[in-house]
């Protein structure tokens, strides 16, 4: 480049300034211009920095569990003068090896000058960066291939004699995967961690044997993430923790094709389905909504999870222990619990589901309200819930030892063999019914698998805290056309029993059928003989 017009001797005098300075400044002055030379054209003196990237390689790092991006980067000064501005290299994933939406996940500052042909060479190791939701610059990060592009930006303002080599690529690309698991042991075992918003990140983990992937849909704060496993045994977790624990985070769906011992994602909302296809022995879980929950194999399972809704989970094992906040149901689905059997539920709130239970049901505990179908194959030894609605309806093929209702009772109770009842509040339509199984569709009547059972049985008592309204108990009585109390009702067994009675409150179209009774009965405040009480019934036919 030739010197610019401003840096040139003047040739002649300029009248602002005296002849005798100018004769100082420029001694050429007053020669004439034929015995003058011409000046040779320089170079100007100039710093340039240059950018070359080598071949990027992937090591795996156990303190990151991952892959680092090791990558020969050079800056050196190509020019003629020393570079003092300060600058940043920027190391961007590209998909294309075009400067365009490139993803930048290192920067590396230089404050110290650079000499005339000196080269730098910064650390440019680098955790594989994973962002499929692109939350923390703008772009999603999907999997693939990717060269390096490494930038120069001058800092303050400045600059160097030419931009043109202040970005390069690599010839050769790397491999970016969310792949989890795969180690034979804890140092070597591949872990991923994502941002989902700017508060949260999620790292997902395999523990045992097992390989993952995590998949994206969507991006930004509306895109979701779920996650597979295979090759999973019995000794094997799947966890999935956030970074900041006052946060929920969020997944949609869980594929397992193969056992868990724990699927341990206690400050996770699972918004999409689960599926085990082997056994899976505990789970911990923050939430899960709008989802199928299946699980394969034998092993008893054991849950605590805060809040369920809008789902269901089918288990061709045993529910162990199941500890949930409240289950409930808000799209007007008909939810399910359905398991071998059921050693122990405890609900904290309301429960809305049906539970299906092939092997009997050992202990339920509800503290909110029960508003659905508990179809129980086997027995129930106990049923303690704060109250029932009018679509609640317990029916088992074996005994109910004891039902304690602590609020009000409607909907129906029906098994061979009742032990005790005890509500604490009022009945207001309620059944018992004693001696009778109400067969798949829990209500009165029906056909095939939906008929309705009768057979010998008892009730052992009933107590009623508050009154008894339109509400109905009958032990073996076969209402033939699904009315009852009318002409064609019939006892089905000679030896059908109601035990003792006590209703606290006032009766109000309320009855009671049985071939036998207890000798006396207390109902608000008196006590009644059943052969001298219209409400006590034995006199329909017997077999």
């Not at 509306?222 to 956030?242: C, F, N, Q, Y």
């Not at 900041?244 to 397992?256: A, D, F, H, R």
């Not at 505990?365 to 129930?380: I, P, R």
């Not at 006032?506 to 059928?513: G, K, R, S």
């Amino acid at each position: 480049m030739t010197d610019s017009a401003d840096d040139t001797i003047p040739a002649q005098r300029s009248h602002d300034v005296p002849n005798h300075l100018f004769q100082r400044l420029n001694p050429l002055a007053g020669c004439h211009p034929e015995t003058l030379e011409s000046l040779e054209s320089r170079m100007q003196l100039a710093a340039d920095l240059e950018v070359t990237v080598g071949t990027p390689t992937l090591r795996f790092s156990p303190a990151v569990q991952n892959d680092l991006i090791k990558i020969p980067v050079t800056i050196k000064n190509v020019g003629d003068e020393t570079m003092t501005a300060r600058f940043r290299v920027f190391l961007f994933l590209s998909s294309d090896r075009a400067v365009g939406s490139d993803y930048v996940y290192k920067s590396i500052d230089r404050f110290n000058p650079i000499r005339a042909g000196e080269s730098f060479t910064p650390d440019a190791a680098e955790a594989m960066p994973h962002d499929p939701l692109g939350i923390v610059n703008g772009i999603a990060l999907p999997a693939g291939q990717y060269f390096i592009r490494a930038f120069i930006s001058f800092l303050g303002g400045a600059s160097d004699a030419n931009s043109a080599n202040n970005n390069a690529f690599s010839t050769a690309s790397v491999g970016l995967n969310y792949a989890i698991g795969g180690g034979t042991g804890k140092t070597k075992q591949r872990t991923v961690t994502i941002p989902t918003n700017s508060f949260q990140t999620l790292k997902f983990e395999i523990l045992g044997p097992g390989d993952g992937v995590v998949t994206s849909s969507g991006t930004g704060l509306t895109g979701t993430l779920s996650v597979s496993a295979t090759g999973t045994t019995r000794s094997s977790s799947l966890l999935i923790r956030t970074g900041e624990k006052v946060l929920p985070g969020t997944v949609s769906n869980i594929t397992v094709t193969g056992s868990l011992n724990r699927l341990q994602i206690p400050e996770i909302n699972v918004t999409g389905n689960i599926s085990i296809s082997g056994g899976l022995r505990f789970i911990g879980a923050n939430g899960i909504s709008g989802s199928t929950w299946s699980i394969g194999g034998s092993d008893a399972l054991t849950a605590q999870v805060g809040s369920i809704v809008n789902t269901s989970l089918s288990s061709t094992g045993d529910i162990g222990t199941m500890t949930v906040s409240s289950w409930t149901t808000t799209d007007g689905s008909t939810d399910a619990l359905v398991a071998r059997s059921i050693r122990r539920l405890d609900v904290e709130g309301d429960f809305a589901p049906r539970i299906r239970a092939s092997a009997g049901v050992h202990t339920v505990t509800v503290g909110g309200s029960v508003n659905s179908l508990m179809d129980v194959t086997g027995s129930v030894t106990r049923f303690v819930v704060g109250s029932t609605g009018s679509s609640f309806v317990l029916n088992a093929s074996g005994t109910v030892s004891a039902v304690e209702i602590k609020g009000a009772m409607q909907g129906r109770i029906a098994a061979p063999t009742i032990g005790s009842v005890l509500v604490q509040g009022s009945m207001n339509g309620a059944s018992i019914f004693a001696g009778t199984s109400l067969g798949s569709n829990g209500d009165i009547g029906g056909t095939g698998t939906a008929a309705d059972v009768f057979s010998a049985g008892s009730l052992g008592t009933l107590t009623v805290r508050g009154a008894a309204t339109n509400s109905l108990v009958t032990c073996s009585l076969d209402h033939v056309d699904g009315q009852y109390f009318n002409a064609d009702d019939r006892f089905r067994s000679t030896t059908s029993r109601i035990g003792r009675i006590r209703i606290v409150g006032a009766t109000f179209n309320t009855n009671f059928a049985a071939v036998s009774f207890a000798s006396s009965h207390w109902i608000n405040g008196v006590t009644v003989i059943p052969g001298a009480d219209a409400r006590f019934r034995s006199d329909f036919p017997t077999p």
